[in-house]
């Protein structure tokens, strides 16, 4: 009996990995999507495997250098490579964004849910997720690095702030619509306890809209992280960031185009790529957007 079984162990194991090509190549857009976006992943986090220059070593001796081999961006006013600060800067964005996306889902999903079932919740909590987003979020974000000193935990902090409010919104409508439902309904009518009714029929509601809320909220992440570092209210100067390397890069534009463009290219591609890969989750798990794109 156990030689029969033994081997439908690897193939349920394996399942699941096997199912995610086909998932994926479903949707040419999400594919191409999660191609540019792990491509620009693998150069940020990868940068040593393609550079061998520090991206905060100063030479000034090799200042608005142009483009040569093993330097194909040149280097900036302060002779450092500007392409291993394009790329070590790529580390602060994706980190910027996912962590935003990530803390920002969570935050407001708990919220979402306790406003959507509990009703004081929802009168008194909601009222301050409508007081944040009445202010504008570059305001606020400044507002508190100001405060708060440049750290990437503060930005992270600072953006992730203005974010749960439209999370928090979104699973309260879904919380709200679903516990109307006749499943629900008959889960309350048959005594389910509310931390099952919970997990087994509220929160799955919210996950497909959460997961695709999340990628944008990503992409809005990596632009904010971007212009708060321009405009000098983000990432410490020492560390490289694509924000505070178009910053320094302006006053030099004329000379060398590239310490702008570089730079902007790159963060232009990701905040693409991330919203291609929202567009194509969109799609791909929303039935109902699916049959009318069909």
Not at 186 to 213: E, N
């Amino acid at each position: 009996m156990s030689d029969q079984t033994s081997p439908a162990a690897p193939r349920s194991v394996l399942a699941p990995l096997r199912a995610v090509p086909a998932f994926v190549a479903e949707n040419i857009w999400l594919s191409i999507g999660i191609f540019l976006l792990g491509g620009l992943a693998l150069l940020s986090f990868g940068a040593p495997l393609f550079t061998a220059f520090d991206p905060v070593a100063l030479n000034v001796t090799q200042r608005l250098k142009p483009a040569v081999e093993g330097q194909p961006f040149g280097t900036d006013l302060m002779g450092r490579d500007v392409f291993a600060r394009v790329l070590y800067g790529g580390r602060i964005s994706l980190t910027v964004g996912l962590t935003v996306a990530c803390v920002a889902s969570l935050i407001g999903l708990a919220i979402g849910i306790a406003a959507g079932l509990i009703r004081w919740v929802d009168v008194v909590v909601m009222r301050v997720m409508d007081g944040l987003m009445a202010i504008p979020s570059v305001l606020l974000a400044i507002a508190f690095m100001a405060l708060a000193g440049s750290s990437i935990r503060n930005i992270v902090i600072a953006i992730t702030i203005p974010e749960v409010p439209r999370v928090a919104r979104l699973v309260r409508g879904i919380v709200m619509s679903v516990r109307e439902q006749p499943f629900v309904e008959a889960a309350v009518a048959a005594g389910t306890p509310d931390k099952q009714l919970v997990l087994r029929h509220i929160l799955p509601s919210t996950l497909t809209p959460l997961v695709v809320q999340a990628t944008y909220i990503c992409a809005s992440a990596i632009i904010s992280e971007a212009y708060l570092s321009f405009l000098g209210a983000g990432t410490p100067p020492e560390i490289p960031s694509w924000g505070n390397v178009v910053a320094e890069g302006r006053s030099m534009f004329l000379v060398n185009p590239g310490l702008v463009l570089y730079p902007s290219l790159f963060l232009a591609a990701t905040v693409l790529a991330v919203n291609i890969v929202g567009d194509g989750l969109r799609d791909r798990l929303d039935p109902q957007m699916t049959k009318a794109l069909r």
